[in-house]
């Protein structure tokens, strides 16, 4: 089933991963630079999370995007220039989180001024699933060159591990546990 997820991002996180993968005997695996070597998560708030496995060829390839996306990017005006996210807000015991565990495509649009004079004041960076279901993520300036300097890690096989991240729990360390409660 196809889905589209779209929120705006208040953090980013990105850590190494140790993916092995079983190759049938007598088939070719992938190429080394294709297999996952890292986890990214974009945070929408304390309670919302996208994360995708990514290699260094995906890497690579997400921030040649990013590359290409900056020469189209167009004057801004100056309140623009200062967009902030705001954060997705739920209720306090709702976690909502995506996984992208085969990343097939990637797209970057930078901020820009729509021929109706709507301004688009920030980054919004697409991930595609092999099903066809994808994450819209919008993405400040500043977090982009966080964004950026993860994927050159990454591509670079130089992403050091993360105390943060990790593939089963929320990446900002904001879930709520309660200690000592009694009954």
Do not use: C, K, Y
């Amino acid at each position: 089933m196809r889905h589209t997820i779209a929120f705006q991002a208040t953090g980013f996180e990105a850590g190494p991963v140790d993916v092995q993968i079983d190759v049938p005997e007598g088939e070719e695996g992938p190429e080394p630079e294709q297999i996952p070597s890292a986890i990214i998560a974009f945070l929408g708030g304390p309670s919302v999370q996208a994360t995708a496995f990514i290699s260094r060829q995906d890497a690579e390839n997400v921030m040649g995007a990013f590359t290409q996306a900056e020469s189209m990017r167009g004057q801004m005006p100056p309140e623009a220039a200062s967009w902030e996210p705001e954060p997705t807000v739920m209720p306090a015991s709702m976690l909502f989180g995506v996984n992208i565990e085969s990343l097939v495509g990637a797209a970057v649009t930078p901020p820009h001024v729509q021929d109706d004079g709507q301004i688009v004041p920030h980054w919004t960076v697409g991930l595609q699933d092999a099903d066809g279901s994808s994450i819209q993520v919008a993405v400040s300036d500043a977090l982009s060159v966080t964004v950026i300097r993860a994927l050159a890690d990454i591509t670079n096989g130089t992403l050091a591990p993360s105390d943060e991240l990790d593939a089963g729990a929320p990446a900002d360390g904001d879930a709520d546990v309660e200690e000592d409660t009694e009954v």
